[in-house]
């Protein structure tokens, strides 16, 4: 069944094998209840063939449960009503989080993944606690956007944007691209909730070994910036969070390692973002 899948999106399979381990431990950060049965066993396979420091890393469930906050904080608190995932891949939100009435939710990945991921939850029985729409679409081609408005987005209609895990695949012209096709769709006051490798990560000596490992294995680490303000500020976003791994806010009492200082140079770092667009860029790019 996963043979219809390229290496970048069997990654999808391993992030809902550590979702499931996480939702397992009794300090879990979110508990998601389908991500055992879309990892399957190939899920678990990949995951436990990571490197003893890979699988111990809480990072993947600290990040889910920030993107989580913050989301529900946008939809709740700030009744924002449209939501699109990009890279969605065995992302479960819309199963496993509360949504206000009027929510609608956008999940968008290759075709191939989107259909292995709607035969699994259709065998689970699984039914969204939101209006879901899939949008099946190569999200590095010219054409997602016009696929996303066909299947209903307004982008006059303010609207919260979550990429997770996303952009170290894609090379920067990509990543730029798609940074210009969502502030071009997003209305003033909209969000963008994501998260970024350092360009240190990719030039670390400490990270080198793994980097290589993920070269082998198809799916290596194309992107990262050491200043995630100035990306989306050139897009017309301006950072209201931008969070380390183990700062206050992103922490739990889960991560173990001490945190640097931005202004230590040269140190692989994990960013975590929440961003709003700037209406008054809106017509610049």
């Known amino acids: 069944m996963d043979d219809e899948l390229d ?9 809902a094998a550590a979702r499931a381990r996480e939702t397992e431990r009794p300090d879990r950060l979110f508990a998601d209840p389908l991500a055992a049965h879309l990892a399957g ?15 111990a890393n809480p990072y993947l469930p600290i990040r889910t449960r920030v993107l989580d906050d913050w989301l529900s904080h946008c939809v709740a608190d700030l009744a924002v009503t449209q939501v699109v995932l990009l890279g969605a891949g065995f992302d479960c939100r819309a199963y496993r989080m509360p949504w206000p009435e009027g929510v609608v939710l956008w999940e968008l990945d290759v075709p191939e993944l989107l259909h292995l991921k709607a035969r699994l939850l259709a065998a689970a ?71 970024f490798v350092s360009q240190d990560f990719l030039e670390s ?17 194309r992107f990262g ?54 209406p008054e860029n809106l017509q610049e790019d």
Do not use: K
Not at 137 to 143: H, I, K, R, Y
Not at 156 to 162: A, I
Not at 166 to 186: G, H, K, N, S, T
């Open 41 to 55: 066993a190939v899920g678990f396979a990949i995951l436990d063939r990571e490197p003893a420091e890979v699988r």
């Open 125 to 195: 029985g699984a039914a969204p606690r939101c209006e879901r729409r899939v949008v099946a679409v190569d999200l590095t081609s010219d054409e997602w956007p016009t696929y996303l408005v066909r299947a209903g987005f307004v982008a006059e209609v303010g609207s919260v944007w979550l990429a997770e895990g996303l952009w170290a695949y894609w090379p920067a012209r990509a990543v730029e691209r798609a940074m210009q096709d969502i502030a071009e769709l997003a209305a003033p006051a909209s969000h963008l909730l994501t998260d």
């Open 205 to 221: 000596p400490w990270t080198a070994s793994y980097l290589r490992l993920l070269e082998e294995r198809g799916t290596p680490w």
């Open 7 to 15: 290496p970048v999106a069997q990654t999808a399979r391993w992030t």
């Open 225 to 278: 910036t050491n200043q995630p303000e100035a990306l989306l500020a050139a897009h017309g976003w301006r950072a209201e969070a931008v969070l380390q791994p183990g700062e206050p806010g992103a922490a739990f009492g889960r991560w173990p390692y001490p945190v640097a200082p931005r202004s230590v140079p040269g140190l692989p770092r994990s960013f975590l973002v929440h961003a709003t667009r700037e």
